[in-house]
């Protein structure tokens, strides 16, 4: 075997080491078979967006239930679709945090027993590094250092990514999330949940110009304003979305993509005015968006635009790689193995749990 195939611990990783991954951070049931870290041979994502949305949002024990009676047919099909037998499996993935407690332990769950099963170690991953490697397997030739923009329905965060498993935090949301934003607007205009793919749709018919809605914290430090952490790559939606409601008020009849084409504007130009600040502060010179907002037409073009301008590369993985999935879960999953090694049977599941190296 080549001593460059043998990964944390001594385990042999290498390109063909098939990874069996499993997501259930929210109200998404997913399971996925990628090869060598890169290479997807089967994702199957069970969506439960229509069970919360009678609520508006996700209801934690729902989504733990639905997990639940969900989880084994989807790790059969993602097993089917790979073409593969449990036992041909090297190792088996599951994001163990940061999430919905319930939702997390299910997917966990299924995944230690598994790898107690076969045999094969059990890795866990984080959450937000599986969003970021979604892009490694948008790009098979992407290698850190890169720029993460990751933004979803609980978070917002802006992520240098100096090599495999070393981050550094440069800045997050001081409130909403993102999403949170997209999917509580969503609400107020009466759009139904979830909130991002509807405004997302809605706002190609409208206006982005025709209200100029404030765009929070974006004058918050600048280029050479101060110290990485000083408060320049924070966000900040809660004010943005109280800026919409009352424009609401005042103006009833103006047309409801009007005002969603315009909220989508001042959420993709401070994201991504912040993105390429950072970059140009930092020196990194790819930039990468992911996370269910990553999803967002206006800001994947935007995104591609400023980085074209400034002469970056930029990585915008498919949609289906930037909402929760679990071919990311593997792709990160194998690097850490590769890495670091085994996560260990008793590791549990971390609804709050810190990205590691940061
Ligand atoms: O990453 P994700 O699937 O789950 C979390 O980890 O939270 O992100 C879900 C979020 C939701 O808030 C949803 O409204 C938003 O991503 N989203 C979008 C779009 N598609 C999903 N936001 C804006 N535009 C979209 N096209
Ligand atoms: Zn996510």
Redesign the pocket.
């Known amino acids: 075997m080549n001593p460059r195939d043998v990964g944390g611990r001594g385990l042999p990783v290498h390109a063909r080491t098939l990874v069996l991954a499993i997501e259930s951070?929210?109200?998404?049931t997913a399971a996925a078979v990628v090869e060598g870290g890169r290479r997807i041979r089967s994702s199957i994502v069970a969506t439960q967006a229509d069970l919360h949305a009678q609520f508006g949002g996700v209801v934690p024990e729902i989504a733990s239930r639905a997990h639940v009676e969900s989880i084994n047919g989807v790790i059969a099909r993602a097993l089917a679709g790979a073409g593969v037998e449990l036992a041909a499996i090297d190792a088996v993935a599951a994001a163990h945090g940061p999430?919905l407690a319930g939702a997390l332990l299910v997917g966990v769950s299924a995944a230690k027993a598994l790898a107690l099963a076969t045999g094969r170690p059990y890795i866990g991953v984080h959450?937000h590094e599986a969003?970021m490697y979604a892009a490694l397997i948008e790009d098979p030739t992407l290698e850190p250092p890169c720029l993460h923009l990751i933004?979803?329905?609980?978070?917002t965060l802006l992520i240098a990514m100096d090599d495999h498993g070393r981050y550094r935090r440069l800045g997050g949301t001081v409130d909403d999330?993102?999403?949170?934003a997209?999917?509580k607007v969503?609400r107020l205009l009466g759009l139904g949940y979830?909130?991002?793919?509807v405004?997302?749709r809605l706002a190609a018919e409208g206006d982005p110009d025709a209200v100029r809605f404030t765009r929070p914290m974006l004058g918050s430090g600048h280029l050479g304003s101060g110290h990485l952490g000083s408060g320049q790559y924070d966000f900040s939606f809660s004010g943005l979305k109280t800026a919409v409601v009352q424009h609401r008020r005042r103006h009833p009849d103006q047309a409801v993509a009007d005002v969603a084409a315009s909220f989508?504007a001042a959420v993709v130009d401070v994201l991504a005015t912040k993105l390429l600040r950072a970059a140009l502060d930092t020196g990194i010179e790819t930039i990468v968006i992911g996370?269910?907002?990553a999803?967002?037409?206006a800001?994947r073009s935007r995104v591609a635009a400023d980085a074209a301008r400034a002469g970056l590369r930029s990585v915008i993985p498919a949609?289906a790689l930037?909402?929760?999935n679990a071919a990311m879960v593997g792709a990160a999953g194998w690097h850490r193995l590769r890495n670091d090694g085994p996560t260990g049977l008793a590791g549990g599941a971390t609804p709050n749990l810190a990205l590691p190296g940061t």
Do not use: K, M, W, Y
């Open positions: 951070s929210c109200d998404e999430g959450h969003h933004v979803s329905g609980g978070h999330a993102a999403g949170e997209f999917d969503a979830p909130g991002g793919p405004i997302d989508q996370g269910g907002v999803a967002n037409s800001l949609r930037c909402t929760d």
